[in-house]
């Protein structure tokens, strides 16, 4: 019962002791309330200055007095930062009701218990003058606003390293955007801030592609597989390999890899397919040949040989690239030879000697077939026979040769043969009956009109002894 007593006592004596610190409490928040009936509560900032515990006046006193110091560093890319003083540009903080107001808004959300814990700003509008002439001067004359200072942005672009294409990332370079760099800096005069970081704002020249661009990214995985290409081309035993090592110098690309230069690409496969027949093209070249008399001549001109087919060559090197084709494979050929390489005659031809008006022909370097002839006069020139190294483009019997077409309508010359064969246009192997003989000077007398003519039964033996390929050698 004693102990029931105590407790009730306790109790008491609490709620008295709570009561009193209520009491206390609003009597300090009456007070402080009254206090700050016409003083910014602490943590109050106008246009950046603190006017904590300051009434109006006492405010615009201390941001008319900050205008005196004012500066405004300005922090550029790279660059140390720089100010622009408040006294170079006549700036002056200007007394508005902005002042007053705020001290209104303050007294409406006025809340004694949160004031210590949180800053109220406020930002008064055209609180500012200052001179916009000046400060463009002072603008235009810091460092991040020099030519000499500014690089542009790189776009994000493709580049060709170890064996593949890989985006190279944009640069972000320091090149500004002067009006918008301008409009900032204003801004920040007007609003009295002591700080801008251009880095953070939208004023520096950005690149127009960047590495996460969707169509750089797509144009990426297509040049890769045109650059899987891998064309090997065989020349007899030597070859010439087009990988991507080439292949990726001519992918030449417009706007930094967004669209294909097609153009350039097709210059560059017709340069590299001109150069392989430099190379390897033997159509008129000149050959060292040694005579069935023993001596060495230099065998030049005519249609045998290895000419390739430029034309044919180039559209399928193309359709190769495009669809990153790997393939070992021969060049498209014009003419084609017996055999590779310069010396492509080998040891199975026919030597047709005009000095000495006789044909050999060889197989496998075996004498099989020699004849007595007669040529064109070479003293004639219309009726020459054409020297060179040639192959005979075809075989037919009993074929009409015709001379030119005359004005009167008719041939300059129609003679039937049996067994045509013919190298150079229409200069060619074959029977003539009407000759009485072959060999030795018939030629100065009874000459062809340029063609090998030859006795029958030779040119019979001949006719099945032939083909398209065998390389055919006329010399005087």
Known sequence: MREK????????????????????????????????????????IIDHVDCSGMTVAQAGQQLLKSAETYTLTVCARNLEPQTIKGTDIAYQYLISDGIQNALKQQKTNQNFFTSFREKKYFWLESCVSYDDEKLCTQINQLDCMQPDKQTLPMDARLEYQNGKFVICPETLGTALNAEKTTELIRRCIEEGRNYVNLEEADVYLTAAVTQKDTSLLQRLEQINNWADAEIEYTFGKQTEVLDGGIISEWISAENDGMEIDRSFLENCISTYVANLAARYDTVGTVRNFTTSAGSVIKAGGGNYGWEIDQEAECRQLMEEILSGCQVVREPNYASTAMHPGPEDIGNTYIEVDLANQHLYFYREGTLVLESDIVSGDPDQTEKETPTGVFHMYGKSQNETLRGELQINGEYEY????????????????????????????????????????MPVEKASVLYEMIDTQMPIIVFL
């Open 414 to 453: 129609e003679t039937p043969v049996q067994y045509w064969m013919p190298f150079n246009g229409g200069v060619g192997f074959h029977d003539a009956p009407w000759q009485a003989g072959f060999g030795e000077g018939v030629y100065e007398y009874s000459g062809s009109h340029g063609c090998i003519n």
């Open 5 to 44: 007593r105590k407790n009730k006592r306790r109790l008491v004596a609490a709620g008295c002791i709570a009561g009193a610190l209520f009491l206390g409490t609003v009597g300090v928040y009456a007070g402080a309330d009254n206090y700050y009936q016409d003083k910014f509560l602490p943590g109050t």
